[in-house]
């Protein structure tokens, strides 16, 4: 009996190493499973006529076999694959589960009086990804606060790389433009196209399946609604399939980074697909806000400084208000405008609201002040 850590690796084996595309990939995961072909290892032992048969698809199967060859042959010793993949950033099935389920941010303010006369003192990355969690929460609602968390720093982390480019501080390809994304569905956020490792659940006895959502696209054009030909159709409609339409970001930067030298077309797919994981945004978060007081309200002793906790509590009650204004513009548009053309019309709010400085690598990184008065300012007036 397959257990899901068994299927999920498959998974990834057909979509990433083999290049189905992920639809397709699903789909034949059941076909092996019946086959007792359950991992690149026994799929490379196995001959191409058994594999075709468990497949129905000759081109598919050959492609299948190469590339459990192909991967076998490069697979480095468990020791060395043991020490690579403590050092990565892994997506642990249980674990992480039930580590997300406890991530929090603080409690939103939303006391208008209050975010009126507030200034708060930040970077522009935090600040971006701050906005683009609440933002989440509108254009996908269905996300979990770990997933948007996850998907936020993967923009985040996009929108750095591409400045630091035009800066001229990094010059090389993208993971993504050296295909290290392929097969892997998107999701499109804040103009960027993030790829996407869902967090659905495989039962033994069922079909892998996946559900639409309105901000998802596949590389093989995968529609919902049309899985294939009418015969397909027939055999993904099981009472008792499992899936969610929840999602982890993939930090492609991190996979490419684990290949290792000989065959790095992909790393080795019995571990854990790296990802962005929500501890960290949420980190970033909490560390990177300040209150800006006035002179007078500074501490009246020389030299006096916050305690430690004075000085966490402080962060956290700045991350709070800046939610809460964000929050209060988010929602007044909500009602009115789709997902998609909230999401369309945010990256113009970001940058009326970013702190200004200076320009060129100068700027890279410095701080600023935000004031939460110009965030409430552009929510949508009810008349």
Partial sequence: MSTKEELEALLRFLSQDAKLPLATAMRKVKDLQKADLTSSLEISRTDLK?????ISDSKIAKQVHNAAKHQTKKRPSDSTSAESSSKRTELSGSSMQTTSNSITLPSSIHDTTILSSTTIITNRAPLFLAFTVTLLKYTMPLQPLSSRLSLAQAVVSMNSRSKAISLGLEGSKSAEEEGWGQGQPLVKIMRREVRVLRRYYLE??????????????????YDDTKNGSDDEQDTMKVPKAVYETTFWALDLEALRSSAKSGWVERPDTTTALPIYTPQFARSYLLKSFSIAHEPSAEPQIKGSKLTASALIAEKERALALLLGALEILFSSWASVLSAEDLDSRSWGWYVQIRPEVQSGPNGWGQKGGVKLSDILKLKREVK
């Fill in 204 to 221: 033994e006895q069922d079909t892998p399946s996946f559900a639409s959502s309105a901000t998802l696209s596949d590389d093989s054009k």
């Fill in 50 to 54: 058994t594999l075709e048969r468990a």
